[in-house]
């Protein structure tokens, strides 16, 4: 059976309830916790609300929940991303990630996300495309209040 507590997948709430970690009972560690870490929750949340074709850099990521860095939106993606938009969370530099180039790309592409060349670090290595984080990149601006309500147009 395979353990849905694994990288890359994320475990709604109901799942965990219903499925809890195969070791249940014994000591909870990152890969295996009790449930879902509220920090984790919140970067999970953000990756959800990113439209398609656009993206947030694993930094913008931390600024705009106002907490934790890169490498911590990082993990929690890593740990618990797999049920989210994990390719709208990006590294700065626009490339893709590694081990995973394939699959991004596939999305990137049925989502019209802005992707631009990349210059091969060696003259016979493959080139991979970029995002073209000039364009693709998201602000965060949601369009709404904090009650959900449309934003008056200015």
């Known amino acids: 059976m395979s353990d849905p507590w694994c990288r890359m997948d994320r475990v709604d709430?109901?799942?965990a309830q219903e499925h809890p970690p195969e070791h249940a009972g014994q000591r909870h560690t990152a890969q295996h916790p009790a449930r879902l870490p509220d920090y984790a929750e919140r970067v999970l949340e953000v990756a959800e609300i990113i439209p398609p074709?656009?993206?947030?850099?694993?930094g913008d990521v931390a600024e705009w929940l106002g907490?934790?860095?890169p490498r911590q939106v990082g993990r929690a993606m890593a740990l618990y991303?797999?049920?989210v938009?994990?390719?709208?969370v990006v590294r700065a530099d626009g490339r893709l990630l590694p081990g995973h180039e394939a699959?991004?790309?596939a999305h990137y592409r049925e989502e019209a996300t802005p992707l631009r060349d990349a210059a091969p670090a060696h003259a016979d290595a493959a080139r991979q495309p970029r995002i073209d984080m000039r364009r693709a990149r998201w602000d965060?601006?949601?369009?709404?209040?904090?009650?959900?309500r449309p934003l008056p147009h200015n």
Request: hydrophobic share 25%; proline share 3%; no cysteine.
């Open 13 to 15: 709430r109901k799942t």
């Open 53 to 58: 074709g656009r993206v947030m850099t694993y």
């Open 67 to 69: 907490e934790g860095g």
């Open 81 to 83: 991303g797999g049920a």
């Open 85 to 88: 938009p994990w390719w709208r």
């Open 103 to 105: 699959r991004a790309l």
């Open 140 to 148: 965060g601006d949601t369009g709404r209040d904090d009650t959900g």
